[in-house]
């Protein structure tokens, strides 16, 4: 019999916690039974995911955006109703942020990479003092087919900054927010960034450092980090599992 124990200390062992800084809590977040059979996937903690794993069977959820931000909060209001469903239902909650982020193997933006086939990938872009995102090389492309291998493995439709080379050679990811460090890859002299979500300044940033942006959403961007992690557990264990896609263009 898998417990919630045997994953919670894989995944914190396996996903490195300990040595990653993160407003997050990353590991168990709300306790439910001890045995699991059954554990469903979803990119972020909310009500309607919760409903749906409970109506499939789930002893146990795990997120890439937990319910808990390194704060104190009364159990009122909505995040009161999602933890007392949680307990109602005994269903143990885990999140897991920046480790996964930053994950060389399982992580998001090694994988938008890895997507596109691209070689020499290693750590890029600074958030509070780590590196969080990947970079490497990919075979010379134009950029519309990169975009459109990119939209398939994430099942978004792109919002794409056209302003870089003609042919593509040096890419960058950070998924989710991380447009902000869209001025680490023009440092870097990248040809395309891929993100998830922009911001105002995203637009001239980009065609004055001449490089392409990809943005695909903050959620589509960073579900294929959640995929993987859901096949590793399942290989590890053996235990049932599900991705619920909670569908979120933002």
């Known amino acids: 019999m898998t417990t919630r124990e045997d994953i919670v200390r894989f995944l914190n062992d396996y996903l490195l916690i300990a040595s990653v800084p993160d407003c997050s809590h990353n590991g168990l977040q709300v306790q439910g039974r001890d045995a699991v059979r059954k554990v469903v996937f979803g990119v972020s903690a909310n009500l309607e995911l919760f409903e749906r794993a409970a109506d499939a069977g789930a002893d146990m959820i795990i997120v890439h955006h937990g319910l808990l931000w390194g704060k104190e909060q009364p159990l009122t209001g909505l995040f009161g109703r999602r933890v007392g469903f949680l307990f109602q239902k005994q269903i143990s909650l ?52 990169l975009v459109h291998t990119l939209e398939s493995a994430c099942g978004a439709k792109a919002f794409v900054l056209p302003f870089g080379p003609r042919t593509v050679r040096q890419v960058g990811a ?3 927010g991380g447009w902000s460090m869209l001025g680490d890859a023009i440092d870097q002299k990248l040809d395309l960034f891929i993100t998830g979500v922009l911001d105002e300044p995203v637009q001239e940033l980009c065609r004055e450092g001449h490089i392409h942006c990809v943005a695909l ?31 979120n263009p933002i």
Do not use: C, W
């Not at 997507?115 to 780590?130: E, S």
């Not at 959640?226 to 290989?235: E, F, I, K, Q, T």
């Not at 264990?237 to 619920?244: D, Y």
């Open 94 to 145: 885990l999140g897991y942020h920046l480790p996964l982020d930053k994950h060389p193997v399982i992580g998001h933006n090694a994988l938008l990479l890895k997507t596109l086939q691209a070689q020499n990938i290693r750590p890029f872009a600074l958030y509070h003092g780590q590196e969080i995102g990947f970079r490497g090389e990919v075979t010379p492309a134009a950029l519309e087919p």
């Open 174 to 176: 950070v998924s989710g």
């Open 217 to 247: 959403g903050h959620y589509n961007s960073e579900k294929i980090g959640v995929l993987a992690l859901m096949d590793l557990v399942r290989a590890q264990f053996g235990v049932e599992t599900e991705f619920i896609d909670v569908q």
